[in-house]
Nanobody
């Protein structure tokens, strides 16, 4: 089992920045992929970013590309999501997820573990 706990959400003005963190505990295999998803009120959960734990390669949704950076910290067993130039449409609950395996596949149905989410609100 892998437990995921997100932190770092909050209220920020448009144009501001936030840094989300996802701490993993329990079974933490090196062959895993960490992803971020978000769900806005009344909308489906959608993909934001994915990072390979083994080599750090990343892939981003078009809606956040250029504004968001995913990274990992081996020592702390965490992944981060640095979000800049935030827009009101970025308002959502952000979820960290993990898939055991390789590559950058990020199909929501393939994720093995989920965190509880952290709320991000961007005011205009």
């Amino acid at each position: 089992q892998v437990q995921l706990v997100e932190s770092g959400g909050g209220l920020v003005q448009a144009g501001g920045s936030l840094r989300l963190s996802c701490a993993a505990s329990g079974r933490s295999p090196s062959a895993r992929v960490m992803a971020w998803f978000r769900q806005a009120p009344g909308k489906e959960r959608e993909f934001v970013a994915v990072i390979s734990w083994s080599d750090g390669s990343t892939y981003y949704a078009d809606s956040v590309k250029g504004r968001v950076t995913a990274s990992r910290d081996y020592a702390k067993n965490t992944v981060q999501l640095q979000m800049n130039s935030l827009k009101p449409e970025d308002t959502a609950v952000y979820y960290c997820a993990a898939r055991i395996g390789h590559g950058l596949g990020h199909d929501i149905d393939d994720m093995n573990y989920w965190g509880q989410g952290t709320r991000v609100t961007v005011s205009s």
